[in-house]
């Protein structure tokens, strides 16, 4: 009878869902507070941590607070702790130098968001560092289809003249992956586009004010301007502050990425969903780790859709205090896919 019983419980915990904890450190590179930049990093933390707890997985997440020298020694100190996993977003290549230079290793990590190149992972792979796969959004994918849907924004009798229309973009930065992918997804649009016309292109560093200040510069320099594509909701703010205080904002149309808490009523177009990456990442570890996939891989996700009312559970619960509505174990059966339709088909608001 004993040994009935003993039977009984093992088979009941090996067929659990999920029979072990694991634990999973991830490095985030952005601010834990408000910031300028906006709430971006923030929200993926939050979304990781809603993730992890239907997952049952132990998250720690540690700021490198927009400090690159910072994110390097958090880094450092990643390789040498016991977690049974490590994400890692490797802006402006920090990420690859610190994996590269400093000691210690890891056997078990996955990129987010940003990931070194073909080249890297081979020299990573080659210091004893395994890397399982990464997870990025399809910036390309986003940079083009924010160009053409502030394009499509105009009104019909401007886009039926023979009159190319101006437009300004206001960059993320030169370096980071997510910032040259947007930029080259804009020029894949516009170099083929005859009716947009891109006069400027500068830097805005993700911020508000830098972005506020270029803005108000160049819109006397070019005061035709029809169109102002910026890289990141934040970045589209200070564009619309310095167009309201020249009087003009009627007649531009400013478009960003992020779905921004509030942006609707800002700006005219956002594009969003890549907050969400990080959610999916750790239900690919999650099924990793219990052997449902025997690879993570490299994945380039095109998660990318324009806010619309549709959207609006979503986006609220994304900018509320709980998450808990949606249900991330069910994207580790395998009937479910993961995307911002099939998440916000669960929530009601």
């Known amino acids: 009878m004993k040994v009935l019983i003993i039977s009984v419980v093992l088979l009941f915990v090996a067929s659990a869902p999920f029979a072990q904890t694991i634990t999973v450190t991830f490095v985030n590179p952005g601010h834990k507070q408000s910031n300028p930049t906006g709430a971006f990093w923030q929200n993926v933390t939050r979304v990781m941590e809603a993730a992890a707890q239907d997952l049952d997985i132990k998250l720690t997440t540690l700021y490198a607070e927009r400090n690159h020298i910072h994110m390097k020694k958090l880094a450092q100190n990643a390789l040498n702790t016991k977690a049974d996993y490590l994400i890692l977003v490797d802006e402006k290549g920090v990420i690859t130098n610190a994996l590269l230079t400093v000691p210690g290793e890891h056997k078990r990590v996955a ?41 499509d924004a105009l009104p019909d009798s401007t886009k039926q003249t023979n009159e190319r229309n101006v437009m300004l973009a206001l960059l993320g930065d030169v370096a980071t992956n997510a910032a040259v992918e947007r930029e080259q997804g804009l020029l894949g ?23 506020y200040e270029l803005a108000f510069g160049l819109l006397q320099r070019f005061p035709d301007t029809r169109l102002i594509w910026c890289a990141n909701d934040a970045i589209a703010r200070g564009a619309a502050r310095a167009a309201s205080e020249l009087n003009i904002r009627e007649n531009l149309k400013i478009g960003g990425i992020n779905w921004d808490l509030g942006h609707e009523n800002v700006i005219d177009v956002s594009l969003g969903g890549h907050v969400l990456l990080g959610g999916y990442l750790l239900t690919e570890i999650r099924k990793f780790h219990d052997r449902k996939i025997s690879a993570i891989g490299e994945q380039k996700i095109a998660i990318f859709k ?44």
């Open 189 to 211: 649009y516009t170099n083929r586009t005859y009716g947009v016309n891109l006069v400027e292109r500068v830097d805005a560093q993700w911020s508000e004010q830098s972005a």
């Open 111 to 151: 990129f987010l968001l940003n990931s070194p190149d073909k080249l890297a992972l081979k020299r990573i792979a080659a210091k004893g560092i395994g890397v399982l796969g990464s997870v990025t959004p399809d910036n390309y994918q986003a940079g083009r289809l924010l160009a053409k849907l502030l394009h």
């Open 306 to 349: 324009p806010y619309s009312e549709k959207f609006r559970p979503l986006y609220h619960t994304l900018h509320s205090a709980d998450l808990n509505d949606i249900d991330f174990k069910q994207f580790t059966t395998g009937g479910q896919s993961y995307n911002i339709k099939t998440l916000n088909q669960q929530l009601k608001f």
